[in-house]
């Protein structure tokens, strides 16, 4: 069949129009199955048409999306009951989409933006959402954030959450959604709360998975790039590589013994031996602490003189 030429295909924005305002009366009602299918439509959409994030259609629907996310994400649901897990799920899918958007985040109220991180770390805290549930909450927290939105306190609470969210949330993702709010959160709030952050930095650096490894690496290089030498978090590292263990041990020897054993044997792990060496000793770095002087120097140095 030949195709009219008098006939003119739909524009990105009309039909974007059109889906919005179908979308929006969907989540306008009662019906459980038709929010998540217009959650999943609009979530498609943005995939679509993610290079015109600007379009008036989309930022005249901002206020009415807010509003049906977060009456949608707050609901009280049993975790056995699928139907209202996937609203919730979905519903958060669709908002991590728009605030991870430069361009959309910008225009999102700040009311929203405050709720979403404030809810998030409840249910975090809590811990009794499905782990779904909880790698999406995470995901909100390892967004970028205006200044205004992150204050002091707010920060403080998130790495506060995050710092034991591995003995509540398992997997590999609660992982990389830490290291990336290690990546976003202000550096001058990293280095005001060491004791929060250092330890699981350390085991993302050592962890046998590589996407963490590797994470971990560039997070690290920016945190050391923007802090500089930082006596808090060298005596932090100092202090946890002198910790002693139940083997009469200390951290040091079993952070000496991850790299030699676990990490230089495969060719994969090994070759990240001299950058997480490299990046420890950085971290050390500050105008009170010379190295040289340390009474573990002569063992930390054996790990670089293994790797040439």
């Not at 459980?32 to 679509?48: C, E, N, P």
């Not at 939105?149 to 710092?163: E, F, K, N, P, Y």
């Not at 590999?172 to 990546?183: C, D, S």
């Not at 590589?241 to 952070?255: A, C, N, Q, W």
Request: glycine letters at 2%; one cysteine or more.
């Amino acid at each position: 069949t030949v195709a009219d030429p008098n006939v003119q295909s739909p524009q990105p924005t009309q039909s974007l129009e059109m889906l919005l305002e179908s979308t929006t009366q969907q989540l306008a009602g009662e019906l459980l199955s038709s929010r998540i299918d217009a959650y999943i439509q609009l979530v498609g959409m943005w995939k679509s048409y993610e290079d015109v994030p600007d379009c008036d259609a989309l930022a005249g629907k901002l206020d009415t999306l807010c509003y049906f996310i977060q009456r949608d994400v707050t609901r009280d649901f049993e975790k056995e009951n699928v139907m209202e897990r996937n609203l919730v799920i979905s519903a958060l899918k669709l908002g991590i989409l728009l605030s991870c958007n430069k361009s959309i985040s910008m225009q999102l109220p700040d009311e929203f933006r405050v709720f979403m991180i404030d809810h998030a770390l409840n249910a975090l805290q809590e811990c009794k959402l499905p782990k779904a549930v909880l790698n999406l909450f995470a995901h909100v927290l390892a967004q970028e954030f205006p200044p205004k939105i992150l204050t002091a306190s707010r920060c403080t609470r998130i790495l506060s959450v995050m710092s034991d969210i591995h003995s509540r949330v398992s997997g590999t993702n609660i992982l990389i959604y830490r290291l990336n709010v290690y990546h976003h959160l202000p550096k001058t709030i990293l280095a005001s709360h060491p004791e929060l952050w250092i330890e699981n930095l350390i085991a993302a650096l050592l962890n046998s998975a590589s996407v963490i490894r590797s994470r971990a690496i560039d997070v690290a290089h920016r945190i050391i790039a923007e802090l500089g030498p930082n006596a808090a978090v060298s005596k932090t590292v100092l202090d946890y590589f002198d910790k002693e263990l139940p083997d009469g041990h200390r951290m040091v020897s079993e952070i000496r013994t991850r790299m030699l054993a676990r990490l230089m044997t495969p060719v994969e792990s090994g070759v990240h031996v001299p950058q997480i060496w490299a990046i420890l000793v950085l971290l050390m770095r500050s105008r009170k602490f010379r190295i040289e002087q340390w009474h573990h120097f002569k063992e930390w140095t054996l790990i670089v003189q293994k790797c040439f």
